[in-house]
């Protein structure tokens, strides 16, 4: 991970006091950071898919990809929020994000269905393996709460990734 792009600017106004300590501010907030700009990044590819999809299963990936951008949606302010109890500072726009992130954009004028979730169920097990590297981050610093808040997430990403699989199974009918 390139910790100089997502180390957040250091303001003692907005320094939260913590006893973790002020590596762990870096660290985990650096790590926070390049999580959260690839929630967003991968929110909006999921709503980018919600929106484009087309084809006989129309219904069953269009509500499926809106329930996951849901849940990654719902996710981004818990972490932003977790960076400020860290005393760090968190994302201010899409063009920080855009420096941040490590989903990559997909902006082609047509995607097929099935690449559409193979694509999405890549990028949701790319995240759960960040995710993974962020708690070996947090374990390092003793910040349980952090690596509690990951547990959840990684799940909820496996989850993801596991109906995006078994929706895009060749003959089957997409499961929801
Ligand atoms: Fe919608």
């Not at 219904?59 to 818990?78: G, V």
């Not at 547990?151 to 995006?164: G, H, S, T």
Request: aromatic residues 8%; proline residues 5%; hydrophobic residues 35%.
């Amino acid at each position: 991970m390139n910790l100089k792009t997502s180390t957040p600017r250091r303001n003692p106004k907005l320094s939260t006091p913590t006893s973790l300590g002020a590596d762990a501010t870096r660290d985990i907030s650096g790590a926070l950071n390049a999580l959260l700009a690839d929630f967003f990044a991968l929110y909006l590819k999921t709503k980018n898919f919600h929106w484009h999809v087309s084809g006989p299963h129309f219904r069953d990936y269009h509500l499926l990809l809106d329930e996951q951008a849901d849940q990654l949606y719902a996710t981004t302010d818990p972490i932003a929020e977790r960076v400020r109890k860290l005393g760090g500072t968190t994302v201010r726009s899409i063009g920080h994000i855009g420096r941040l992130q490590r989903v990559s954009d997909n902006d082609a004028e047509y995607v097929t269905p099935l690449d559409m979730l193979a694509e999405l169920r890549e990028d949701n097990a790319r995240l759960a393996d960040r995710m993974r590297e962020t708690h070996g981050v947090c374990d390092e610093h003793g910040d349980v709460a952090t690596s509690s808040l990951l547990e959840v997430w990684i799940d909820e990403a496996e989850r993801r990734a596991w109906f995006l699989f078994e929706a895009s199974r060749p003959g089957e009918t997409p499961g929801r």
